[in-house]
């Protein structure tokens, strides 16, 4: 008898969900996930701050190169100057930001991040 319920109540449970579905649709409110059209300005947009990036560091990068650093060695120096913290706006979703982290070289690193807010510290 059990089973017969609980066979009853899923079926019951399916169409109450396709009527919710169907009177969703009917509302105008879009379901599913985000099609491509919906993500190429997302992926424009970040394609765009990425580029900003690489333009404000190019400075440092070629500093680095100048003093005739290594690859490992740039890499060792910019990871001294950052670090990626936990970000108390976006722990919901459990992402993360980098930070700027001032050391004792006396460089400041204001003026590459300063229209840039999510790497400002």
């Keep these: 008898m059990m089973a017969v319920f609980a066979e009853y109540e899923a079926k019951r449970i399916s169409e109450r ?10 509302r105008g409110v879009v379901l599913g996930a985000a099609g491509a059209a919906n993500l190429k300005p997302n992926i ?3 394609q ?4 900003l990036f690489a333009r404000k560091l190019s400075g ?8 005739g ?6 890499a060792d120096e910019l990871n001294g ?8 706006a976006s722990a919901r979703d459990g992402s993360r ?3 700027k982290q001032k050391r004792s070289t006396g460089s400041n690193y204001d003026d590459h991040y300063a229209n840039q807010p999510e790497l400002a510290a």
């Design 69 to 74: 650093l290594t690859q490992r060695a740039m």
């Design 17 to 26: 969900t396709k009527d919710a579905l169907k009177a969703a649709k009917a």
């Design 81 to 88: 100057r950052w670090r990626v913290v936990a970000d108390p």
């Design 48 to 51: 765009q701050a990425t580029d």
């Design 97 to 99: 930001r980098l930070t």
């Design 60 to 67: 440092v990068i070629e500093g680095m190169k100048a003093r």
């Design 44 to 46: 424009e947009a970040r």
